[in-house]
């Protein structure tokens, strides 16, 4: 069974960092692109970041290029988001998710985690 | 940015109804679409992917269609578990994009 479970949420203040992390199983997490989507309490879906399978490609929304870095750890069947210079609007439940198809990959998401929650507040 | 409009924002309808829900980018993509339905508290769904594709273990009322810059989610007879908030969203370009959502509520 497909396990994506995120965990390093919190409440941090402006300006600062969270590292956040998703351990993955059930499936060979180094064949998969990965990818981190995010949601405003209340609000829609926004797609935040995504890694190739080997890590060759990286992806950012405008909203967080330069200050958020995404990375894995194939070893680790692990995603990580390191958030720096966090702001208010970056409140969000914040979710790991695989692309549908390995290798290639398609930026759809068949397999999503149930969400970790970032509050950025002073 | 490709940008995806979903119509209507909200829509009230009772079990058994035929609904349908409207997305339209900003340009062509190619039926690089997929729907996807959240519950409160949830994690969001895949539903479809390439417009019309079944995901596996999705009930077959849910159906897509569409092309170029319009396409559209239709439930052909809602049952009470089908009441969610639902969106599209493009895989067209690098970077995905979703619509602003549609909650379909109990009449």
């Known amino acids: 069974e497909v396990q994506l479970v995120e965990s390093g949420g919190g409440l941090v203040k402006p300006g600062g960092s969270l590292r956040l992390s998703c351990a993955a199983s059930?499936?060979?997490?180094?064949?998969?692109?990965m990818n981190w989507v995010r949601q405003a309490p209340g609000k829609g879906l926004e797609w935040v970041s995504s890694?190739?399978?080997?890590?060759?490609?990286?992806y950012y929304a405008d909203s967080v290029k330069g200050r958020f870095t995404i990375s894995r750890d194939n070893a680790k069947n692990s995603l990580y988001l390191q958030m720096n210079s966090l702001r208010a609007e970056d409140t969000a439940v914040y979710y790991c998710?695989?692309?549908?198809?390995?290798?290639?990959?398609?930026?759809?998401?068949?397999?999503w985690g149930q969400g970790t929650l970032v509050t950025v507040s002073s | 940015d490709i940008q995806m409009t979903q119509s209507p924002s909200s829509l009230s309808a009772s079990v058994g109804d035929r609904v349908t829900i409207t997305c339209r980018a900003s340009?062509?993509?190619?039926?690089?679409l997929a729907w996807y339905q959240q519950k409160p508290g949830k994690a969001p769904k895949l539903l479809l992917y390439?417009?019309?594709r079944l995901e596996s273990g999705v009930p077959s009322r849910f159906s897509g269609s569409g092309s170029g810059t319009d396409y559209t989610l239709t439930i052909s007879s809602l049952q009470p578990e089908d009441f969610a908030t639902y969106y599209c969203?493009?895989?067209?370009?690098?970077?995905?994009?979703f619509g602003q959502g549609t909650k379909l509520e109990i009449k």
């Open positions: 059930g499936f060979t997490f180094s064949s998969y692109s």
């Open positions: 340009q062509g993509i190619s039926n690089s």
């Open positions: 969203q493009q895989y067209y370009s690098t970077l995905p994009t």
């Open positions: 890694i190739s399978s080997s890590s060759s490609y990286i």
């Open positions: 390439a417009a019309s």
């Open positions: 998710a695989r692309d549908r198809i390995a290798v290639a990959g398609t930026r759809d998401f068949d397999y």
